[in-house]
Every structure is written in C-alpha cells, then in structure tokens.
C-alpha cells in the first residue's frame, strides 16, 4: 500500500534557528500533500495544501514567511520553520494525496519539534 | 463547507467490550469517509473507510455503518483489546475534495 515517509521523527532546536521536515511519498506520485499541526490531546490543524510545482494554499491564521512550504517533486514536500520559538513547538504531520486522485489520504509519522 | 463533530471525545471500555464511536457530517455531497487510528507520537493510520454508495463495511472486529439520510456514520470495534487503545478520528471528503477531520475520541481499553 502506500506510504509516507516522514523526517525527521523528532528535533529539538533553540530559538531563532530554522528546521526543515521532509514528507517523501515512497511508491505512488503525490500531487497534493497537507501540512498539519497537532496540539497534545487535539485533533488535527491544517495549516497549509501544496501541490506540486505551485505554491501552497495556507490556512487562515498560518503565516507562510514563518511556515515555508515546498512541494518541488511528486513525491517530496518539505516544512521549514523558520526563526522557530518555543510557542512553534508541537507535532507536525504530513499527508499526501496520490496521483489518480484516490480519496484516501496516507499519513507519514510525525515530526515532534521541540525550540528551546 | 463541510463540518464533522465527533462524540464521544473519550471512551473508556472495559476489555472484550464493543467501543462505537459516532460522527456527524454537515455537507450531503460528501461520499468518502475514513476512520484513522493514532497510537501515542505516531501519525493517523487508515483503519477503515466506507464510500456513499454503501451502507456497512466490516474488517475483522471494526465495522462502520454510514446513514446517508441522516448525514452520520459510526465505527464500531467488538471484542476491544488494549492494543485498541489509541486516539480515532473520523474525516468525510466530497471525491477529491479536501478532507475535514472530526475532533478525535480517545479510546481506552482497561485489561
């Protein structure tokens, strides 16, 4: 089946530096991936929609010079957080959509970020 | 556009028990509604998913019944075990469309 693979599964980094997750699809051709970011005990926020050569679609109240996303190929979609804070720490989680439009989304496995 | 509420947002079940978990969605023209399982730091994992055009699907011990008319669709997990415990989440979409996710349930199975 298919399947998202996601890196890194958790970092820790100080404030004021910025950090990049990859989202690769590993056996299908991902036209459109999600972003999403999950509170502890929540359920999950949408923060952006990427597809592939044009520039992602963010959410209402996700800043984009802050959450830059990245889907250059059909199959890698990258999240940087840039200048993070301790606030931008959580759990991000990407999905991606397949080529011939298959409702089903497939998650990759989370990235915990923790700014120090 | 499409709204999903989730209820209950926790369960707690004693072990060999049935857990159901029930969701509601806002836009009739959805047709696709997936139900993901999310164990501790891990990411949502497809469990079982049911299209409009049927009204049960069943897998081992998970079912989902879907109720077009009243726009709601349930899980349902018999003979629960602690490797059940997790968080659930259901989502409905229209075809391709954008997927919307209801606020999650977290079940827990008591040995």
């Known amino acids: 089946g298919a399947v998202v693979s996601q890196h890194p599964s958790w970092v820790i980094c100080k404030s004021g530096t910025s950090v990049k997750i990859e989202c690769r699809s590993l056996?299908?051709?991902?036209?459109?991936m999600f972003w999403y970011r999950q509170f502890p005990k929540q359920s999950l926020m949408l923060m952006a929609t990427?597809?592939?050569?044009?520039?992602?679609?963010?959410e209402q109240g996700v800043e984009k010079d802050k959450f830059l996303i990245n889907h250059a190929s059909l199959t890698l979609s990258t999240l940087t957080v840039t200048s993070a804070h301790p606030e931008d720490s959580s759990f991000y989680i990407c999905?991606?959509?397949?080529?011939?439009?298959?409702?089903?989304?497939?998650f990759g496995s989370g990235t915990r970020l923790t700014v120090v | 556009g499409e709204n999903v509420e989730q209820h209950p947002s926790t369960l707690s079940v004693q072990e060999g028990d049935s857990a159901v978990i029930k969701c509601t969605y806002s836009?009739?023209?959805?047709?696709?509604f997936p139900w993901y399982k999310q164990e501790l730091g891990k990411g949502p994992q497809l469990i079982i998913d049911?299209?409009?055009?049927?009204g049960e699907k069943k897998d081992q011990r998970i079912a989902v019944t879907l109720n077009k008319t009243a726009k709601h669709f349930s899980l349902h997990i018999t003979e629960t075990q602690p490797e059940d415990s997790a968080v659930y989440f259901c989502?409905?979409?229209?075809?391709?469309?954008?997927?919307?996710f209801g606020a999650g349930t977290r079940l827990t199975v008591k040995p």
């Open positions: 999905s991606a959509r397949g080529e011939l439009g298959g409702n089903g989304y497939t």
């Open positions: 056996d299908f051709q991902a036209t459109t």
């Open positions: 990427s597809n592939e050569g044009s520039k992602a679609t963010y």
């Open positions: 836009d009739s023209a959805s047709n696709y």
């Open positions: 049911i299209r409009s055009n049927v």
């Open positions: 989502a409905a979409s229209i075809g391709i469309g954008d997927m919307r």
